[in-house]
Nanobody
Framework: QVQLVESGGGLVQAGGSLRLSCAAS????????IGWYRQAPGKQREMVAV???????NYADPVKGRFTISRDNAKNTVYLQMNSLKPEDTAVYYC???????WGQGTQVTVSS
């Protein structure tokens, strides 16, 4: 079955960086669009970034210029490089196969001020 496993979260000071990874299995990874989403306490889950099978990318306005999504089809992995982190980026970050109901378990990112 399809599995998505996120890693790379943690505690970082404002202005710092983290790189999240999402390792996929049980699917033909290269033909699927993959997205990163996040959910902060008391808020709805929101899209952060999406990368298509053709490597085109799309970002939510709050993260444009700070976050970069990429993929390595040989490793069945999608990455989210997060720079210049802000306290408002604190959330659980999830990866998802677009146009499906396949989600990872999430990884916590906490940015201290």
């Amino acid at each position: 079955q399809v599995q998505l496993v996120e890693s790379g979260g943690g505690l970082v000071q404002a202005g710092g960086s983290l790189r999240l990874s999402c390792a996929a299995s049980g699917m033909i990874f290269s033909i699927n669009d993959i997205g990163w989403y996040r959910q902060a306490p008391g808020k709805q889950r929101e899209m952060v970034a999406v990368i298509s099978s053709l490597q085109t990318t799309n970002y939510a306005d709050p993260v444009k210029g700070r976050f970069t999504i990429s993929r390595d089809n040989a490793k069945n992995t999608v990455y989210l490089q997060m720079n210049s982190l802000k306290p408002e980026d604190t959330a659980v970050y999830y990866c998802k196969v677009i146009r499906s109901n396949y989600w990872g378990q999430g990884t916590q990112v906490t940015v201290s001020s």
